[in-house]
């Protein structure tokens, strides 16, 4: 691979480089920031074998069972191909994902842009306005969202819907993972059959809505703040290569739900209003009821895989760290689940999961 990479680099014009190896978090890919004589850019690897295959957008659920959770749940998996695709389809629009320099996907080889480091969290933390920020952020939405979801993303890759096959693998990993972890046992087969009931009546009456592209990720760690650009060119984005079709409303709470920080009362009803006023001026409104209802729903169905990943990521993949991160996950579902239309939900969760152990769990 050593040899591949090299090749690469040479290959793009960047073969003689330094390279520096930048941290990593929950991904298998890997990250470099190569520097040459007034430019830089970023090299991403994909390992090859570190991922479980995906499938074709016409993959039957069995056949999608078959392969893995990749493939159930609709990720990029090692495919960077659809990075890739990604990047070209949102920068068509005017919007600030990375440049492709050079990519060969059959290796996991991409090299891309340079956006530098001012994620929306560094942002913060040298005194940009959160407003400011977030309402950037929610003229991307709306402005993503004035084109509804395109059927392949350029030049032949499908934008798989996100459809209930995929929700419910999501939500699944909360009694596969969390319980063992927190409730120390396994969830019962009973538990696992009202639980599925009760998220596939929940999820039915929103799944014909409208479709729009989703980031899937779109949170103050994914998003950059480019203040030198214009209108909603000034928020970068990284890390879309799993996007789907789906809810308009997936994203907005992706980001006013954010696992990793506490986004204030006031910058996430700015949000919620921004984006809502925005797609009215383009001519493309939402209906403020329904859309208010799947900010419910998909924040509910997004924490709940977030508490399973989370416990997953300790369990599984020996980081403890974010565990730490739980409590908050945990107040937002609460929270989400108090909406009316989320009784039946909320009911299993109050009864199988007790309130004291909503948190960091004793491990």
């Not at 941290?23 to 470099?32: C, L």
């Not at 933390?125 to 509804?148: D, N, P, R, S």
């Not at 009760?198 to 899937?216: D, G, K, N």
């Not at 998003?223 to 060119?233: C, K, S, T």
């Amino acid at each position: 691979m050593a040899f591949k990479t090299s090749s690469f680099l040479n290959d793009a014009g960047w073969g003689q480089a330094e390279r520096e190896k930048l941290p990593g978090d929950a991904s298998t890919r890997r990250y470099e920031r190569l520097f040459k004589p007034g430019a830089s850019a970023l090299l991403m690897i994909q390992p090859q074998g570190a991922e479980t295959p995906t499938a074709g957008k016409d993959a039957t659920p069995e056949e999608r069972k078959a392969l893995g959770y990749n493939a159930v749940a609709r990720l990029a998996g090692a495919d960077c191909g659809r990075f890739v695709a990604a990047a070209e389809y949102l920068s068509s629009l005017g919007l600030s994902a990375p440049k492709i320099y050079a990519a060969d996907p059959a290796h996991g080889l991409v090299l891309l842009e340079d956006l530098g480091a001012d994620l929306f969290t560094d942002s913060l933390a040298k005194g940009v306005a959160e407003a400011e920020l977030y309402k950037g952020a929610a003229e991307v939405l709306a402005k993503l969202h004035a084109q509804g979801a395109p059927a392949q993303l350029p030049p032949d890759k499908d934008l798989y819907a996100y459809d209930e096959t995929a929700l419910l693998a999501e939500v699944d990993l909360l009694p596969e993972w969390f319980f063992p972890v927190a409730l120390k046992r396994p969830a019962t087969e009973m538990e696992l059959s009202d639980f599925r009931g009760a998220w596939r009546e929940a999820l039915t009456p929103v799944l014909s809505a409208p479709a729009y592209f989703v980031h899937r990720d779109f949170h103050a760690q994914n998003l950059m703040w480019l203040p030198e650009r214009e209108g909603a060119a000034r928020v970068g984005l990284i890390d879309f290569q799993d996007a789907v079709a789906g809810s308009a409303a997936y994203d907005v709470i992706s980001l006013t739900e954010d696992a990793r920080r506490d986004v204030s009362p006031e910058a996430s009803a700015l949000t919620v209003s921004h984006y809502l006023n925005k797609m009215r001026e383009q001519g493309t409104p939402v209906d403020e009821t329904a859309f208010r209802l799947e900010m419910a729903l998909f924040a509910a169905q997004r924490n709940t895989k977030i508490v399973g990943i989370f416990a997953r990521l300790y369990r599984r993949d020996g980081k403890p760290r974010y565990l730490d991160l739980l409590p908050r996950v945990w107040s937002y579902l609460s929270a989400d689940l108090n909406h009316p239309a989320l009784t039946k939900l909320k009911a299993w969760y109050d009864r199988a999961i007790p309130f004291e152990t909503r948190g960091v769990p004793n491990i």
